[in-house]
């Protein structure tokens, strides 16, 4: 059916004076309710502050209660007082971040040479993470440097990031840097 | 930024410069658009027309890398026509300062100059800067000519500097037309008026360069001369580029600090007494707040949320468990990845970013990163940095390096506080759970730590002993107990609650407890409550604070972070002090005290920020009280209601040893005022100011991946990279989406018409851009909003290229990064690379 935007309002008019079956050929009115119920009956909400440029826009996430307790929808928080509502495309996206099926569910290895991953668990991966740190860091370990000043670090261990992490994640992944030794401390604020 | 989004619409002339506002943070237009609704000017200058130029009254072009030839113009043109607020200028900053005899400026050099050495290290060259001291008194303050008549004080000075700016030479630099330049310079000059306020909004297009620090400084002595610093609607506001760079800055996710802006300790300084007396300034000036004397306090309790009860008076705080830098070395991003180009560093982590991608000079990255023995890759998702090993043109048999990569959660399946540009630290709140088997950043580095704890504990239980016996040969290198253990076993690591991270511990100790029962000021505080905020902290161990600048965000009073109330502050102008928590005391507007004068009145009576409301008698004040914004220091004003100085009177710029803002700076590497420089690769033959061609303090690098071609026929178009809104960075968290990626979906170069006529390019086909680095396969996006430049006698074409691609994704596996082209060479001052300036050639395929 071709219908002209006149077309359409007449249509539609219709719909909403009270007809249950439109000349549509469908009824509009069960789906609006369903797509509320959503948000309203099912969902959790939380705020959160965009995670993309540091403009801080407030959105409201809704999370299922129901099923697989995934997000729902993502949008611009009215109530915040810098954005008040409003989003940019990245931030309206936001909910194609997390619900994204090409996202890293479990750790994975990569061995020498080889040309491959393989998935292993979380308590495998970070107990050989814990013995290289230290098998490298134990090798390296320079108490005084070459003018004979104490100095108790190793520069063979390097760290980047990260301005992603949130203030608490960064001041404890700090500490555990500087008390490994390392001096080779960077980050997304360099560049 | 000294002040913060919301405070944009305060402005009566917002200049964007160096950023691009409008695509890469386009809710701070918001704000913008109601300034100009009030009757704002709004300039933008920048290389392209850019969509935040379409928003312009006034818009005009330079070439890349030139912006302080015409910030410079701006300076001399405000000197010239008197258009410097003279009250603010006196009284506010040091342009009555005395300069030492020492200091010269010769043929594009300063004194006390001393040209590098080959093979000792990247810089190029250095400074003496004690030639440009200033000249003091016998108790040490700085003289003055507040007539500012002296050949030698600062104001006289910055003008012979700036003589040399006159329009015709900018214009010739810049290729901004004379006209534009005069343009610029009127509207924007005219906010030195007082009551009047303008703003700067700047970005990544300043600090990318060789002389990228010099380029903010220039326009934080505009903002000086004009009396736009501590004002509603004006400031220096750097936009920053992620949604916590400013908290990860704060808490020194870098080599050269500690958290809170401490710095990192130097080899000689082997004592913390040692430590503390280097970085503790001392004023002898009664009016001279000087913030950083309080230096030990925020150094001790820093100590003390490091090692809580091991750390002692005695043993110095546990100071020497924590590593030194070498007194002259430098442990940078450059220098990471140059030593490990030089197969030096043998572990890596890269924690949350993409280096593969995001640093310059990616080809030399990604070489380094196959000379590593492991890395530890945590992301979203799969990145070029973690699957480097099977990139482009890698062979995965030859790579040695074991690569471990961890799945991280995504922002909102977790709980803690991020920190805006605008210093706002906000709290966000779990949705879903993790996706999957991924995990908060926080637990992987718990429990990461908690295993490195367990090796190095002597006292292992007797199960782990077995099992590693067991493993014959790697038992031997894997033995419990280790090199150095002490900062491991004595490191406080209480911030789980049931196994799992807990931010809300973490955030406590980053704000800091009483450790025993203290009275400060006839007040009794508890052991084990917290700190109200960092005044009270204390150097002899009995507070703790992580990071002292937050110490006032989670109190006995809850979190302040989390705070929703969206009532004003009685002045109205946007500060919200009940929405969210800002550092430092919840401080919204940075220097606050130079928005009044000397009497504590404001200088602009309708959008004022603080307001000395002290009782008065015989036309002198006699209490103090403060309105408005949490005032830069609760001290009396300068002067009373009758004009007298006050003895006990603050000068307004607390964090400066003598209390004035810094129109000369004599702590940079590069100068104590700004001068133009063209960049490492450039264009033009000659530099029309001076002698010297490049920053001679730049840092540059030598390995074989480090090559660099000015006025080289072979690459004759200036490049830069930039964003657009649909992608973030190296787009490792934008790329996998299919929206965005619908919206942006490949790489591209853009270019002018007239470039695109001369090398017979079309719209919209696949094109080679190349450097003395690398070459990148981009779509041809031919515009109008790159013009020819014409720059003393020749024509200048510029081109630039997004930096948000790599091969991972899109699948296709086509889209690459324009850091293979950009070069890792940069700023002396922050080792920044200069990504906003360099030479390419464009080609057709």
């Given at each position: 059916m071709?219908l002209?935007?006149r077309?359409?309002?007449q249509v539609?008019?219709?719909?909403a004076?009270?007809?249950?079956v439109?000349?549509?050929?469908?009824?509009?009115?069960?789906v609006?309710?369903?797509?509320?119920?959503?948000?309203t009956?099912?969902?959790?909400?939380?705020?959160?502050?965009?995670?993309?440029?540091?403009?801080?826009?407030?959105?409201?996430?809704?999370t299922?209660q129901r099923?697989d307790?995934?997000?729902i929808?993502?949008?611009?928080?009215p109530?915040h007082v810098?954005n008040?509502?409003?989003?940019c495309?990245?931030?309206?996206?936001?909910?194609?971040?997390?619900?994204?099926?090409?996202r890293?569910?479990?750790p994975?290895?990569?061995?020498?040479?080889?040309d491959?991953?393989?998935?292993?668990s979380?308590?495998?991966?970070l107990?050989?993470i814990?013995?290289?740190?230290?098998?490298?860091?134990?090798?390296?370990f320079?108490?005084?440097?070459?003018?004979?000043q104490?100095?108790?670090?190793?520069?063979?261990?390097?760290?980047?990031g990260?301005?992603?992490?949130?203030?608490?994640?960064c001041?404890t992944y700090?500490?555990?840097?500087?008390?490994l030794?390392?001096?080779?401390i960077?980050?997304?604020?360099?560049? | 930024?000294?002040?913060?989004w919301?405070?944009?619409?305060?402005?009566?002339?917002?200049?964007?410069m160096g950023?691009?506002?409008?695509?890469?943070?386009?809710i701070?237009?918001?704000y913008?658009?109601e300034?100009?609704?009030?009757?704002a000017?709004?300039?933008?200058?920048?290389?392209?027309?850019?969509?935040?130029?379409?928003k312009?009254?006034?818009?005009?072009?330079?070439?890349s890398?030139?912006?302080?030839?015409?910030?410079?113009?701006?300076?001399k043109?405000?000197?010239d026509?008197?258009?410097?607020?003279?009250?603010?200028?006196?009284?506010?900053?040091?342009?009555?300062?005395?300069?030492?005899?020492?200091?010269?400026?010769?043929?594009?050099?300063?004194s006390?100059?001393?040209k590098?050495?080959?093979?000792?290290?990247?810089s190029?060259?250095?400074?003496?800067?004690a030639?440009w001291?200033?000249e003091?008194?016998?108790k040490?303050i700085?003289?003055?000519?507040k007539?500012?008549?002296?050949p030698?004080?600062v104001?006289q000075?910055?003008?012979?500097h700036y003589?040399?700016?006159?329009?015709?030479?900018v214009?010739?630099?810049?290729?901004?037309s004379?006209?534009?330049?005069l343009?610029?310079?009127k509207?924007?000059?005219?906010?030195?008026?007082?009551?009047?306020?303008?703003?700067?909004?700047y970005?990544?297009?300043?600090?990318q360069h060789?002389?990228?620090?010099?380029?903010?400084?220039?326009?934080?002595m505009?903002?000086?001369?004009?009396?736009?610093?501590?004002?509603?609607?004006g400031?220096?506001?750097a936009l920053?580029?992620?949604?916590?760079?400013q908290?990860?800055?704060?808490?020194?996710l870098?080599?050269?600090?500690?958290?809170?802006y401490?710095?990192g300790?130097?080899?000689s300084q082997?004592?913390?007494?040692?430590?503390?007396t280097?970085?503790?300034?001392?004023?002898?000036d009664?009016q001279?707040?000087?913030?950083?004397?309080?230096?030990p306090k925020y150094?001790?309790?820093?100590?003390?949320?490091?090692?809580g009860?091991k750390a002692?008076?005695?043993?110095?705080?546990?100071?020497?468990?924590?590593?030194?830098?070498?007194?002259?070395?430098?442990y940078?991003w450059f220098d990471?990845?140059?030593?490990?180009?030089?197969e030096k560093i043998?572990g890596?982590?890269s924690?949350?970013?993409?280096p593969?991608?995001?640093g310059?000079?990616?080809?030399?990255?990604?070489?380094?990163?196959?000379?590593?023995?492991?890395?530890v890759n945590?992301?979203l998702?799969?990145?070029?940095?973690?699957?480097?090993w099977?990139?482009?043109?890698?062979?995965?048999k030859?790579v040695?390096t074991?690569?471990?990569?961890?799945p991280?959660a995504v922002?909102?399946e977790?709980?803690g506080?991020?920190i805006?540009?605008?210093?706002?630290?906000?709290?966000?709140y779990q949705?879903p759970?993790?996706?999957g088997?991924?995990?908060?950043?926080g637990?992987?580095?718990?429990?990461?730590f908690?295993?490195?704890?367990?090796?190095?504990?002597k006292?292992?239980p007797?199960?782990?002993?077995?099992k590693?016996?067991k493993?014959?040969?790697?038992?031997?290198?894997?033995?419990?107990?280790?090199?150095f253990?002490e900062?491991?076993?004595n490191l406080k690591?209480?911030?789980?609650?049931n196994?799992a991270?807990?931010?809300?511990?973490?955030?406590?100790?980053?704000?800091?407890?009483?450790?025993?029962?203290v009275?400060?000021?006839?007040?009794q505080?508890?052991?084990g409550?917290?700190?109200?905020?960092?005044?009270?902290l204390?150097?002899?161990?009995?507070?703790?604070?992580?990071?002292?600048?937050?110490?006032?965000?989670?109190?006995?009073?809850?979190?302040?972070a989390?705070?929703r109330?969206t009532?004003?502050?009685?002045?109205n102008?946007?500060?919200?002090?009940?929405f969210?928590?800002?550092?430092?005391?919840?401080?919204?507007?940075?220097?606050n005290?130079?928005?009044?004068n000397p009497?504590g009145?404001?200088?602009?009576k309708?959008?004022?920020v603080v307001?000395f409301?002290?009782?008065?008698?015989?036309g002198k004040?006699?209490?103090?009280?403060w309105?408005?914004?949490?005032p830069d220091?609760?001290?009396?004003p300068?002067?009373?209601?009758?004009?007298t100085?006050?003895?006990?009177?603050?000068?307004?710029?607390i964090?400066?040893?003598?209390?004035?803002?810094?129109i000369?700076?004599?702590g940079?590497?590069?100068g104590?005022?700004?001068?133009h420089?063209?960049?490492?690769?450039?264009p033009?033959e000659?530099?029309?100011?001076?002698?010297?061609?490049?920053?001679?303090?730049a840092?540059?690098?030598?390995?074989?991946?480090?090559?660099?071609?000015?006025?080289?026929?072979?690459f004759p178009?200036?490049?830069?990279t930039?964003?657009v809104?649909?992608h973030?960075?190296?787009?490792?968290?934008t790329?996998?989406?299919?929206?965005?990626?619908?919206?942006?979906?490949?790489?591209f170069?853009?270019m002018?018409e007239?470039?695109?006529a001369l090398?017979?390019i079309?719209?919209?086909?696949?094109?080679k851009?190349?450097?003395?680095?690398?070459?990148?396969k981009?779509?041809a996006m031919?515009?109008?909003?790159?013009?020819?430049?014409?720059?003393?006698n020749?024509?200048?074409?510029?081109?630039?290229v997004?930096w948000?691609?790599?091969?991972r994704w899109?699948?296709?596996?086509a889209?690459?990064?324009?850091n293979l082209?950009?070069?890792?060479?940069?700023?002396?001052?922050t080792?920044?690379?200069?990504?906003?300036a360099?030479?390419?050639?464009?080609?057709?395929?």
């Open positions: 071709d002209n935007r077309e359409f309002i539609t008019s219709a719909t004076a009270g007809l249950a439109s000349t549509l050929g469908f009824d509009l009115m069960p609006k309710a369903h797509a509320q119920m959503l948000k009956k099912y969902a959790k909400e939380t705020t959160t502050i965009c995670c993309y440029c540091a403009v801080g826009c407030g959105a409201i996430v809704h299922s099923g307790g995934r997000v929808n993502i949008e611009g928080d109530d810098i008040r509502g409003a989003l495309p990245k931030g309206g996206s936001m909910k194609q971040l997390v619900e994204n099926e090409n890293l569910t479990r994975m290895y990569r061995a020498p040479f080889s491959e991953w393989q998935a292993v979380w308590d495998w991966a107990e050989h814990a013995q290289k740190i230290k098998a490298t860091r134990d090798a390296t320079e108490t005084k440097n070459s003018k004979g104490v100095v108790n670090r190793t520069t063979a261990i390097a760290s980047v990260s301005a992603a992490m949130d203030n608490e994640e001041w700090q500490a555990m840097l500087r008390a030794g390392l001096v080779y960077e980050h997304q604020a360099r560049i | 930024m000294t002040n913060h919301i405070d944009l619409k305060n402005s009566d002339c917002i200049l964007i950023s691009n506002a409008a695509e890469n943070h386009p701070s237009f918001k913008v658009t300034a100009m609704r009030n009757g000017k709004l300039i933008s200058v920048d290389p392209r027309f850019t969509k935040t130029s379409s312009a009254d006034i818009y005009t072009a330079l070439r890398g030139t912006d302080i030839a015409f910030l410079g113009g701006m300076i043109y405000i000197l026509n008197n258009l410097y607020n003279k009250d603010y200028t006196v009284e506010y900053t040091n342009a009555s300062f005395i300069v030492g005899k020492d200091f010269t400026f010769e043929n594009g050099l300063f006390g100059y001393t590098g050495k080959e093979g000792q290290g990247p190029t060259g250095s400074y003496d800067k030639k001291a200033f003091v008194d016998e040490g700085p003289k003055m000519d007539t500012l008549q002296d030698r004080c104001f000075l910055m003008k012979k003589e040399r700016y006159t329009p015709d030479v214009s010739t630099i810049t290729g901004t004379q006209e534009d330049l343009t610029v310079y509207t924007y000059s005219a906010t030195g008026e007082t009551g009047k306020a303008g703003t700067i909004m970005a990544m297009g300043w600090t060789t002389v990228g620090t010099q380029m903010i400084r220039t326009m934080c505009i903002q000086l001369l004009l009396g736009n610093m501590g004002v509603a609607g400031g220096v506001n920053r580029g992620e949604s916590n760079v908290g990860s800055t704060d808490h020194a870098l080599w050269h600090l500690w958290p809170g401490l710095k300790p130097k080899a082997d004592t913390l007494t040692a430590y503390n280097k970085w503790t300034p001392k004023s002898s009664p001279s707040v000087n913030w950083w004397q309080n230096y150094a001790v309790s820093m100590l003390k949320s490091f090692f009860d002692t008076k005695e043993n110095d705080f546990g100071y020497s468990w924590l590593p030194k830098a070498d007194d002259t070395g430098s940078s990471i990845f140059d030593a490990m180009y030089k043998k890596f982590f924690w949350g970013q993409n593969a991608c995001s310059s000079n990616s080809g030399k990255t990604r070489q380094a990163l196959e000379k590593l023995e492991w890395l945590v992301n998702f799969d990145n070029e940095t973690g699957s480097f099977r990139g482009p043109g890698v062979d995965p030859k040695k074991e690569v471990f990569m961890l991280a922002s909102v977790k709980e506080s991020i805006n540009s605008g210093r706002w630290m906000q709290w966000r949705g759970k993790p996706m088997d991924s995990r908060p950043d637990d992987i580095i718990m429990e990461l908690n295993k490195i704890k367990e090796l190095y504990h006292d292992a007797v199960a782990n002993k077995g590693n016996n493993k014959g040969k790697k038992s031997n290198q894997n033995s419990k107990g280790g090199v253990p900062p491991i076993l690591w209480d911030y789980e609650t196994g991270y807990d931010p809300h511990k973490a955030a406590k100790e980053i704000n800091g407890y009483f450790l025993n029962d009275t400060i000021k006839d007040k505080y508890k052991k409550t917290l700190v109200p905020n960092f005044t009270m204390q150097a002899d161990g009995s507070t703790s604070s992580g990071c002292w600048v937050y110490c006032n965000s989670y109190t006995e009073d809850g979190n302040m989390a705070r109330d009532q004003d502050a009685p002045n102008i946007g500060l919200y002090p009940k969210a928590w800002a550092w430092p005391l919840n401080r919204r507007i940075l220097y005290r130079a928005s009044m009497k009145e404001p200088w602009n309708d959008k004022w307001k409301a002290g009782e008065q008698k015989d004040w006699t209490t103090t009280k309105e408005g914004d949490i220091g609760p001290a009396f300068l002067q009373n209601p009758d004009g100085k006050r003895e006990d009177g603050k000068n307004p710029f964090m400066q040893k003598d209390g004035y803002g810094q000369y700076g004599p940079l590497a590069d104590p005022f700004p001068e420089y063209e960049p490492l690769e450039c033009v000659k530099n029309y100011l001076s002698p010297q061609m490049v920053n001679p303090t840092v540059v690098y030598s390995t074989d991946q480090d090559s660099h071609a000015t006025c080289d026929p072979r178009f200036v490049g830069t930039y964003r809104c649909e973030w960075q190296t787009g490792l968290m790329r996998p989406q299919s929206w965005l990626m619908e919206l942006q979906p490949q790489m170069v853009e002018s007239e470039l695109a090398r017979g079309k719209n919209g086909e696949r094109v851009v190349s450097s003395a680095r690398g070459e990148v981009c779509t031919v515009t109008k909003r790159f013009k020819p430049f014409k720059i003393g020749g024509i200048v074409h510029q081109v630039g997004p948000h691609f790599g091969w899109p699948d296709s596996g889209e690459e990064s324009a082209l950009t070069p890792s060479a940069g700023d002396p001052n080792r920044i690379p200069e990504t906003k360099f030479m390419v050639n464009v080609t057709k395929l």
